[in-house]
């Protein structure tokens, strides 16, 4: 059973950093590529940082240059470190895994997300 579970969300002012974790299983993470996600009150889902199995990362324009995301050694450990945070960055964040789009907003595997509110 694929379980993917966030944690590290929270409340932070504007210019703070906060690092997102998520830590995967059930599935075979040498081959999965994977990416965090977010939503905001009344948005649309936004894909915001992609990690493919060869390495390569995608990040979109809101958060490049402020946002890194990284595999542990493992490669079932997902990080989000967000610098620099700005009151549009308050969303839920999800990690996601396998099929992923950025563009398409989608995934195979989704956790239940972690709330970041950056307050002004």
């Known amino acids: 059973q694929v379980q993917l579970v966030e944690s590290g969300g929270g409340s932070v002012q504007a210019g703070g950093s906060l690092r997102l974790s998520c830590t995967a299983s059930?599935?075979?993470?040498?081959?999965?590529?994977m990416a965090w996600f977010r939503q905001a009150p009344g948005k649309e889902r936004e894909g915001i940082a992609s990690?493919?199995?060869?390495?390569?990362?995608t990040y979109a324009d809101s958060v490049k240059g402020r946002f890194t995301i990284s595999q542990g050694n493992a490669k079932n450990t997902l990080y989000l470190q967000m610098n620099s945070l700005k009151p549009e960055d308050t969303a839920m964040y999800y990690c996601?895994?396998?099929?992923?789009?950025?563009?398409?907003?989608?995934?195979?595997?989704w956790g239940q997300g972690t709330q970041v509110t950056v307050s002004s």
């Open positions: 990690i493919a199995p060869d390495g390569r990362i």
């Open positions: 996601a895994a396998g099929l992923v789009s950025l563009r398409e907003k989608s995934a195979k595997y």
């Open positions: 059930g599935f075979t993470f040498d081959d999965s590529d």
